[in-house]
């Protein structure tokens, strides 16, 4: 029987240590790697350059090994060797040591370019992008060939920051070294060019590729994704599958990210086993939340295996844009439950949810918690909370807030004067405005100019809109469609019909938001055929109206007693666009027909809403029956609205008004006196009659 001999006997030679510190590299030796090279040193052989640049590899777990391991080069000499410098200076760079890296390939006496490649893509990994640029310059201008990965590194920078002759001049040097024929290379070319929105050339650069690997395809389904071009994404998807290369969770997530139907995606994850895939299955769960399925966002949730803070905050959002502020604290709670730190997009999103008055205490303590977390410090948190409070009408809380600022980006600047201008406090975002010019702030963007010009609107100040208007020719702002919609909306509060539809003929492709400005401008000015005009060849157009078009129409027939047309114009919304009527639809028609005496169609309309009417539907009525004369029904339109919110000021206004005008001045004090009884004891507007 053969017998292995004892450790103490085995030579212990160079080969026998380097694999030792080999099989730490690789994780298959629970030693320390300085406890190894201790023992070598104890053998008394004299480490080599070789032995250094392995145990750099196994040293990275520990800043202190590496420092010792650094000292003990310095001393032997070894540095002088570049590659075990560059190994030195890029496991430095993979710990994010990024200035000691620096200083170290600042001390080569010597540079190759491995060197300037390790410490340019060192640079682009730890966020130095810009650094890395400069540093790729210089290494060309010395006569040093730049390797693939790093072009790789750089492209990104080039994408995302929007340097197009960057990125050309980097696809020029790959072209030339021969390097774009390079898979990676390639794949970050075509990256870089749908980053800028040059979707022909990524094409081009797809097309040519001979051998594409499922990088390749996904890079390019990515790319039309990434501009919202679906069926495009889907035939390259489609074309990937006929040619059986290997579809990847990636490939699934970039499908979903171009809005490609998630039920078929869904299917297909089935398929293909990807069930397990949290990222796949957090995809999905965003694109069933962004769509509104929140049942299936859910259930999807629920089967998942590990607890996404992502998937979880998609359907607080969802929950959050429906304003259904009570299932959003009930997930808020889960996610502290589960431990989970909700981050400053979370927060921000959650917060959107708080919508009105009633939500201020909720608000308040989401508002607690970003202080306790210390996300009330970003930006990010700090401006979603003067939104919120902004829709709370509490000014004073939002320049509270906006003061507390360290820093003051124009995002914060337009959120404080938006906020201002959303609260009714107009004049109080002009003086935010001129603050910001007396500081020499931030210039104004198309969003400033657009909160401002609403502002004008609310104040009824033509003058001030004028200058505005002057700002945004200057500055060719005219080029975005929602300065010029806010222009139309602001010339027309302020009376001047003409001048608005100056600003809309000087529009190429008006949006919907741009006609339905243009539609209620014409409404508010009394010019109520226009407004049905302006319907008219809007839909000529192919634009789609919504449900702020109709209200500006309905609104027009309304004020003009066009019965036959807003009976026409209702239907058509329900039947031809699709669209639920709100309250206020139902109160424009009410208020229309009830104005032309039609009170059975009236009524009629009343009973078959798919929604409780409210107290402004009855009200319309009771506004109808007021100008009509119309007592009986006045009266039993009045007790409805009692029923309802007997607190409604309008209601008592509306029935005094209604019994001044047949002289019943004995029910006039009646209501009087019921209004007193439930504390409202202002002028009622009939002592004259009286």
């Known amino acids: 029987m053969r017998l292995n001999k004892p450790i103490s006997l085995v030579t212990k030679d160079f080969s026998f240590f380097h694999s030792l510190l080999k099989s730490c590299v690789h994780g298959d030796n629970s030693s320390s790697p300085i406890t190894i090279f201790r023992d070598l040193l ?30 003990h080069i310095t001393k032997s000499g070894i540095d002088r060797f570049i590659y075990v410098k560059t190994s030195l200076l890029d496991i430095y760079l993979k710990m994010g040591f990024v200035k000691t890296a620096r200083k170290l390939f600042d001390e080569m006496p010597e540079r190759d370019t491995v060197a300037w490649n390790a410490l340019i893509c060192g640079y682009s990994r730890n966020g130095y992008e810009f650094d890395a640029w400069k540093l790729f310059i210089v290494m060309v201008q010395q006569g040093f060939s730049p390797s693939a990965t790093t072009l790789v590194n750089l492209l990104p920078f080039c994408g995302q920051c929007g340097f197009v002759s960057h990125g050309k001049s980097v696809h020029g040097i790959a072209t030339k070294s021969g390097l774009e024929l390079d898979s990676h ?10 980053k800028c929105a040059e979707l022909d050339s990524a094409e081009v650069l797809f097309t040519e ?49 171009g809005r490609v139907s998630h039920e078929s995606l869904h299917c297909l994850v089935v398929k293909t086993g990807m069930v397990n895939d949290n990222s796949v299955i957090t995809s999905l769960i965003c694109a069933y939340s962004r769509c509104g399925y929140l049942d299936s966002a859910e259930r999807l949730y629920a089967s998942g295996a590990q607890d996404s803070i992502v998937g979880l905050t998609s359907i607080v959002s969802s929950y959050a844009e429906k304003g259904d502020i009570d299932v959003v604290v009930a997930y808020f709670s889960k996610m502290r439950q589960l431990c989970m730190r909700v981050d400053a997009v979370a927060l921000v999103e959650i917060l959107h949810g708080c919508t009105n008055s009633s939500h201020i205490d909720i608000g308040m303590s989401f508002h607690a918690y970003a202080i306790k977390s210390g996300l009330c410090t970003q930006t990010l948190v700090a401006n979603g909370l003067m939104t919120m409070y902004s829709k709370f009408d509490d000014v004073e809380t939002v320049l509270f807030l906006f003061e507390q600022l360290q820093e003051t980006p124009l995002i914060s600047w337009n959120s404080v004067i938006s906020g201002c201008v959303q609260s009714g406090k107009a004049s109080v975002a002009f003086e935010v405005f001129r603050q910001m010019k007396l500081i020499s702030g931030p210039e104004p963007d198309a969003i400033t100019i657009a909160s401002l010009l609403a502002g004008c609107s609310q ?15 200057r500055n060719n702002f005219e080029n975005e469609n929602f300065v010029c919609t806010a222009l139309i909306d602001m010339y027309a509060k302020c009376g001047n019909s003409e001048l608005a539809e100056d600003v809309f003929k000087t529009i190429k492709a008006p949006c919907t938001a ?57 239907r058509e919304m329900v039947k031809v666009f699709g669209i639920s009527p709100s309250l206020q639809h139902y109160a424009l028609m009410v208020g229309l027909l009830g104005r032309a005496c039609l009170y059975t169609e009236a009524l009629t309309l009343i009973w078959k809403m798919d929604i409780k009417p409210d107290s402004a539907v009855w009200g319309a009525l009771l506004s109808a029956c007021t100008v009509n004369r119309e007592i009986e029904l006045g009266e039993y339109v009045a007790k409805k609205m009692f029923m309802l919110d007997y607190r409604n000021g309008g209601l008592y206004v509306l029935m005094s008004n209604l019994y001044a005008t047949e002289e019943m001045w004995d029910d006039v004090v009646r209501v009087r006196k019921m209004m007193k009884d439930n504390g409202y004891d202002g002028y009622l507007g009939v002592s004259q009659t009286e």
């Open 42 to 71: 104890r053998s008394s052989l004299t480490p080599n350059h070789f032995t250094m640049s392995i145990l750099l590899q196994a040293s990275t777990a520990s800043v202190d090994s590496l420092k010792l391991v650094q000292t």
């Open 185 to 194: 290379v390639k794949n970050a070319l075509i990256s870089f060019y749908s």
């Open 209 to 257: 590729m001979e051998d594409r690997s499922t990088v390749s395809w996904n890079t390019m389904i990515g790319a039309y994704s990434q501009s919202a071009l679906q069926e495009e994404a889907f035939a390259v998807f489609r074309d990937m599958f006929e040619k059986r290369v290997e579809i990847s969770p990636v490939t699934v997530i970039n499908l979903l990210s």
């Open 459 to 473: 104040l009824c100040c033509l003058n001030l809109g004028r200058k505005l208007h002057g700002y945004i020719l």
């Open 514 to 570: 741009t006609w339905n400005s243009m539609i209620s401008g014409f409404s508010l000015s009394g010019l109520q055929s226009r407004a049905l005009s302006c319907y008219l060849e809007m839909r000529k157009q192919g634009s789609k109206p919504d449900k702020i078009t109709f209200l500006g129409v309905l609104s027009a027939c309304a004020h003009g007693g066009l019965v036959d047309e807003g009976n026409i114009c209702f």
